[in-house]
């Protein structure tokens, strides 16, 4: 079998809708749900002449996770426009951090079945969601919803350190579980709180270097994750043994037939024109309050999972079941 020689190599982008009261620049209710466009003010809906102010819980909530993933936390760091034309974002541009993100580094340690994996952190940065489009309400019109637009977002890029679908699944777990623990997220993938682009290559076993990768955007379910992987890995090898190239393309998975197909160009040439946002300046932030939210995080989900393995001699499965929630955890 040719899949045997190949490894699949895989890098996450992963959204975590943080679980502010507020949006992220401005005071409007960033809660899920509400009867649309009700959770929208001149600032969300990107009126001219309107100003940002930055969220200082979406500040805290990002240095939580920091802290948490063993991340280095830059004490002054800033935002960006990214400029993009779209019926969901009314001001034009994205209000993100492309030059200097608030964390860099860090990692994640996997307890897979029999081996363990370190799946390094790139860098985490802040931004703000853009609202929603409905494309399947009315047969004639598109809907647009505003209430997410501006909501406060942290995206975590990893290495592409994973090897697997399984991987990325104890990935996705492991995050969710970490966001719940710190209270910065629900992580709910039904509510789109946590979706993913998964970056996926494949190489020759053996091999050092890295294939070309094609990124598939906005997963949102493990198992759409592991069920586009598992078709881009096979599509991928299928193409190298065929003589053929990886050409590097952004990809939707469409779960009904379970496979990956190119976005049209349109929505993938993007050309961001990344610039400073004028209207915010740098945040900047002293080491002592970065020691002040370090203090103030809960014992970490993988320190007590190995507490209660060491001190109570339980079996894994069953600390993992008890730590899966703070509560639990505490409780027990
Ligand atoms: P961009 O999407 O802006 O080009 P990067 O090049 O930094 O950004 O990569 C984004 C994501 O793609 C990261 O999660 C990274 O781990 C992953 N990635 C990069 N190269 C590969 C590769 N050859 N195979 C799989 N994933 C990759
Ligand atoms: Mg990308």
Redesign the pocket.
């Known amino acids: 079998m040719k899949y045997e020689y190949y490894e699949p190599?895989?890098?996450?982008?992963i959204h975590l809708q943080l679980s502010t009261q507020s949006k992220a620049f401005c005071s409007d209710d960033a809660s899920f749900g509400g009867e649309p466009n009700t959770h929208v003010s001149a600032i969300s809906l990107g009126h001219p002449g309107t100003l940002p102010r930055l969220n200082k819980r979406q500040v805290e909530y990002a240095v939580r996770l920091g802290l948490a993933l063993g991340s280095r936390i830059n004490l002054r760091n800033c935002f960006d426009r990214k400029n993009y034309f779209y019926t969901d974002l009314p001001k034009g541009y994205q209000i993100t951090q492309d030059r200097l993100p608030v964390c860099v580094g860090g990692s994640m340690e996997l307890q897979m079945d029999g081996y363990r994996r370190t799946v390094r952190i790139?860098h985490i940065h802040m931004e703000e969601d853009a609202g929603k489009s409905i494309h399947d309400l009315s047969p004639r019109h598109s809907m647009i919803d505003l209430n997410r637009a501006g909501v406060p977002l942290l995206e975590i890029?990893?290495?592409?350190?994973l090897r697997s679908g399984e991987e990325v699944d104890a990935f996705m777990t492991a995050m969710r579980q970490l966001a719940r623990y710190l209270g910065i997220s629900d992580g709910n993938m039904q509510e789109g709180s946590m979706r993913c682009?998964v970056?996926?290559?494949v190489?020759k076993k053996g091999e050092t270097l890295?294939?070309?990768?094609c990124?598939i955007k906005n997963v949102n379910s493990m198992r759409f994750a592991r069920q586009a992987i598992e078709f881009e890995v096979k599509r991928q090898v299928d193409l190298l043994e065929n003589g053929e190239e990886i050409v590097r393309s952004t990809l939707n998975f469409n779960p009904a037939t379970g496979e990956t197909s190119p976005m049209r160009d349109k929505e993938s040439a993007h050309d961001y024109r990344y610039f400073p946002d004028p209207d915010l300046p740098p945040v900047v932030f002293t080491q002592q309050w970065v020691d002040e939210v370090a203090d103030s995080l809960p014992e970490l989900p993988q320190t007590i999972f190995n507490r209660f393995v060491n001190k109570f001699e339980l079996p894994e499965y069953d600390t993992r079941l008890l730590t899966q929630e703070r509560e639990t955890a505490a409780f027990f």
């Open positions: 190599v895989i890098g996450l982008e790139h890029v990893s290495e592409p350190d682009d970056n996926v290559s190489r890295l294939g070309e990768r990124e």
